[in-house]
């Protein structure tokens, strides 16, 4: 089977490589780059069916905002997805590594960490 990959110049969205704390349902993990329209993020588990194609996963993400002048921000993003596409990197004493990729089924809503 053939995969095409979309050139790097025709993608919707800039990718910025990222490592934040992701947290979902019973796991949490780091991503590994984030854009407007998803998320790439790997997660150790037991459960690789709970990562299949198609599922329904909400998320909530941990960042810092920085504006020069101002003290830095925690915030957090918050949203719905749905699983595109899960590869196992890598078998650990833990459980599986998987490599997750995300899209975001609405744009994400931005809350202060504190509430």
């Known amino acids: 089977m053939k995969v095409e ?3 790097f110049d ?3 969205n800039t990718r910025l490589d990222l490592s934040l ?3 979902l349902p019973d796991k949490n993990g780091k991503t590994i780059n984030i854009r407007a329209s998803g998320v790439y993020f790997e997660v150790i588990t037991d ?3 709970a990562f299949a194609i198609d599922t329904a ?3 909530k993400i941990s960042a810092v905002t920085s504006t020069l002048g101002f003290e ?3 915030i957090k993003l918050n949203g719905n997805g749905c699983i595109v596409r899960s590869d196992i990197k890598e078998v650990t004493n833990r459980g599986n590594k ?3 990729a995300l899209k975001f089924s609405d744009a994400l809503n931005i809350s202060p ?3």
Do not use: A, M, N, Y
Request: charged share 50%; glycine share 4%.
């Open 21 to 23: 704390e992701i947290s």
């Open 47 to 49: 459960d690789v069916d």
């Open 10 to 12: 025709k993608r919707d």
């Open 57 to 59: 996963l909400p998320v």
């Open 113 to 115: 960490s504190d509430i």
């Open 5 to 7: 990959e979309l050139d």
């Open 98 to 100: 998987l490599g997750v």
């Open 72 to 74: 830095e921000r925690k």
